[in-house]
Nanobody, 126 residues
Framework: QVQLVESGGGLVQAGGSLRLSCAAS????????MGWFRQAPGKEREFVAA????????DYLDSVKGRFTISRDNAKNSVFLQMNSLKPEDTAVYYC???????????????????WGQGTQVTVSS
């Protein structure tokens, strides 16, 4: 069974940084566009960032542009989210996701993603 496993969450003060990692259990995910989503208590799960399968195309939620960077290392079956200048409003559970099919473009719609990790908590204190 395909698995996506996130790590790297934690508690950080406002202005600090965290780096989230997502490891895929299967080599085939190196050809899948990947995304990061987040869900705060009482809110819908929202798109944060996405990257195409080559790593050459990315997309970001407006509120994280210039602060967050998505990247991937296909040799390690992994995707990363570097988060800098964190704000209390970034507090949420962060989820890694893979598109339903390989070689597609970046997408913001979570319905386009068929594989999800279990999530990792990010808490930013003021």
């Amino acid at each position: 069974q395909v698995q996506l496993v996130e790590s790297g969450g934690g508690l950080v003060q406002a202005g600090g940084s965290l780096r989230l990692s997502c490891a895929a259990s299967e080599r085939t995910f190196t050809t899948y566009p990947m995304g990061w989503f987040r869900q705060a208590p009482g809110k819908e799960r929202e798109f944060v960032a996405a990257i195409n399968w080559t790593g050459g195309g990315t997309d970001y939620l407006d509120s994280v542009k210039g602060r967050f960077t998505i990247s991937r290392d296909n040799a390690k079956n992994s995707v990363f989210l570097q988060m800098n200048s964190l704000k209390p409003e970034d507090t949420a559970v962060y989820y890694c996701a893979a598109r339903r099919r390989a070689y597609g473009d970046v997408q913001r719609d979570r319905a386009m993603y068929g594989y999800w990790g279990q999530g990792t908590q990010v808490t930013v204190s003021s």
